[in-house]
């Protein structure tokens, strides 16, 4: 047992972050100047978190794998949100977790909506700032789509996308259990591909299509 993380990273080859939004982020950086590799589980960090990570493993060629869900089939479920991507203009995110959780959205959430935006910007059927009543309404725009967050009792971590063409629609969503053995099986499988990584890696799905 060690009392802090500096003192955890003595003789420790790779750092597995499951902690909150308001620590990973230091412990992450604690880990890189050190020179130890990161697999990051918690949720909260930002796009510009992660810009600054990806700089700072760079900088000491340490690898960093940050997904905000690490189970198989979540995986699946943004490689095949990154491909529909690719060829339909439009889509809003959904984000679906229990009553208490302090961050939103969701780190499966948010990594999706930064992600897709990568590919290319939704379009946007009527500008937010042009509707009448509260904008609100319209969720908050990341990755420049909107992502809607519910928090209610029995939601665990949910995630939809929908894309849409007119009188057509495609839905991709992710369910998670109440458990933590889904995720088990990614977060040891990126531990053991991170010691050869470089730079800042989002996705496990990114991750698998790496191992191929």
Not at 1 to 29: F, P, R
Not at 77 to 96: G, K, M, S
């Amino acid at each position: 047992m060690h009392g802090t993380v500096d003192e955890a990273l003595d003789d420790t080859d790779v750092l597995i972050d499951y902690t909150s939004a308001t620590a990973v982020k230091a412990n992450t950086l604690a880990a890189i100047a050190a020179g130890v590799a990161v697999v990051v589980g918690s949720s909260g960090l930002t796009a510009t978190d992660f810009a600054e990570i990806d700089s700072a493993a760079r900088e000491r060629s340490v690898g960093v794998v940050a997904s905000g869900n690490f189970s198989l089939t979540a995986a699946m479920c943004q490689a095949a949100a990154l491909l529909a991507a690719r060829h339909l203009p439009q889509w809003e995110v959904i984000d679906y977790a229990s009553a208490t959780k302090e961050d939103v959205p969701s780190g499966t959430a948010r990594e999706l909506a930064e992600r897709l935006g990568e590919i290319h910007r939704p379009e946007v059927g009527r500008p937010i700032e042009d509707l009448h009543g509260p904008q609100e309404a319209r969720g908050a725009t990341v990755g420049g789509a909107q992502v809607h967050s519910v928090r209610l009792p029995s939601f665990v971590v949910s995630t939809e996308v929908v894309f849409a063409l007119p009188d057509e629609r495609l839905t991709i969503r992710h369910d998670a259990g109440g458990t933590a053995e889904p995720y088990v099986e990614g977060t040891l499988l990126a531990a053991r591909k991170v010691p050869k990584l470089v730079g800042l890696t989002r996705g496990l799905d990114a991750v698998l299509l790496g191992s191929e």
